[in-house]
């Protein structure tokens, strides 16, 4: 049954009960579960590197349970480290973490008919594999009484695994050897989960060019050649979009009939007077 059904239905969510009790719950914690492994390595990674960065333990907490965006910490961590401008901070967290601006937007038809600070409790917990297998479940853009058990189970999963393992690093930091190497297992980990979302040709064209714009623009001051990729991918990603859109249209239709032929008439006929 649609969440459009009644109007109360549309203005009020379900139970947690209801939600926690729905089959599409367990269904969305299964979906993200086989990925929760690599999510907890590079929580992990980040909670040891906000304490050795200089965070101490308590401020590392709040961060980790307040910025539930690792990619958005460890943006901001070097460039507190060496004394960034705070407006630095602010721009390279706020470019990293865009794209829920565009996942917002996307999953507004599907969570519009609840309440505003319903919606924002929503946007705090969402990630970016979350979005991804949500949009594979549920394609149409149309309310249904399985959509937010299925985005909850997703959350159970994804929030407490990072939280967990975040936690862990950041209690356990300095009894981290630097011989174990978890940074570069960090960036393995992150390879992966990144390869996991790269599900179009635009997509792998961003991701191909924020790359080679990171490494081009290294030597920049204040890692702002993280700025730099950002800007050269999305533009990258908006063109190759634009290109396969623009491809797709100018295919013609399986079956379609030859210009200037009649609908129905054979080649003979065409060639005829």
Same mark, same amino acid.
């Given at each position: 049954?649609?969440?459009?059904?009644?109007?109360?239905?549309? !203005?009020?969510?379900?139970? &947690?009960?209801?939600?926690?009790?729905?089959?599409?719950?367990?269904?969305?914690?299964?979906?993200?579960?086989?990925?929760?492994?690599?999510?907890?390595?590079?929580?992990?990674?980040?909670?040891?590197?906000?304490?050795?960065?200089?965070?101490?333990?308590?401020?590392?907490?709040?961060?980790?349970?307040?910025?539930?965006?690792?990619?958005?910490?460890?943006?901001?961590?070097? !460039?507190?480290?060496?004394?960034?401008?705070?407006?630095?901070?602010?721009?390279?967290?706020?470019?990293?973490? $865009?794209?829920?601006?565009?996942?917002?937007?996307? &999953?507004?038809?599907?969570?519009?008919?609840?309440?505003? @600070?319903?919606?924002?409790?929503?946007?705090?917990?969402?990630?970016?594999?979350?979005?991804?297998?949500?949009?594979?479940?549920? =394609?149409?853009?149309?309310?249904?009484?399985?959509?937010?058990?299925?985005? &909850?189970?997703?959350?159970?999963?994804?929030?407490?695994?990072?939280?967990?393992?975040?936690?862990?690093?950041?209690?356990?930091?300095?009894?981290? @050897?630097?011989?174990?190497? $978890? +940074?570069?297992?960090?960036?393995?980990? $992150?390879? +992966?989960?990144?390869?996991?979302?790269?599900?179009?040709?635009?997509?792998?064209?961003?991701?191909?060019?924020?790359?080679?714009?990171?490494?081009?623009?290294?030597?920049?001051? $204040?890692?702002?050649?993280?700025?730099?990729?950002?800007?050269?991918?999305?533009?990258?990603?908006?063109?190759?979009?634009?290109?396969?859109?623009?491809?797709?249209?100018?295919?013609?239709?399986?079956?379609?009939? =030859?210009?200037?032929?009649?609908?129905?008439?054979?080649?003979?006929?065409?060639?005829?007077?």
């Amino acid at each position: 049954m649609s969440v459009e059904a009644t109007p109360l239905q549309a !203005l009020r969510p379900p139970s &947690w009960r209801a939600i926690v009790t729905h089959p599409d719950f367990r269904r969305g914690a299964a979906d993200i579960a086989h990925v929760a492994l690599g999510l907890g390595a590079w929580a992990l990674v980040t909670g040891v590197a906000m304490v050795q960065s200089g965070l101490s333990v308590p401020l590392a907490l709040f961060m980790s349970l307040a910025v539930f965006a690792g990619s958005a910490q460890l943006t901001a961590l070097p !460039l507190l480290a060496s004394g960034a401008p705070l407006w630095v901070v602010w721009a390279a967290a706020t470019c990293v973490n $865009l794209r829920f601006v565009i996942f917002s937007a996307i &999953w507004r038809p599907y969570f519009l008919p609840y309440p505003r @600070p319903y919606r924002m409790m929503l946007g705090y917990f969402s990630g970016d594999l979350n979005y991804v297998l949500f949009m594979r479940r549920f =394609p149409e853009p149309r309310p249904s009484a399985e959509q937010l058990p299925y985005f &909850w189970g997703g959350v159970a999963v994804n929030w407490t695994a990072w939280q967990t393992l975040s936690i862990l690093g950041i209690v356990l930091a300095d009894s981290v @050897p630097a011989r174990w190497g $978890l +940074g570069f297992a960090g960036v393995l980990a $992150l390879l +992966g989960v990144t390869a996991s979302l790269l599900q179009s040709r635009p997509a792998w064209v961003a991701a191909a060019v924020a790359a080679t714009a990171a490494i081009a623009a290294s030597a920049m001051p $204040l890692r702002l050649n993280i700025l730099v990729a950002i800007v050269a991918a999305v533009a990258a990603g908006l063109a190759a979009e634009a290109a396969e859109r623009q491809i797709r249209g100018a295919r013609p239709h399986r079956g379609a009939a =030859p210009q200037g032929a009649r609908p129905g008439g054979s080649a003979a006929e065409e060639a005829g007077p």
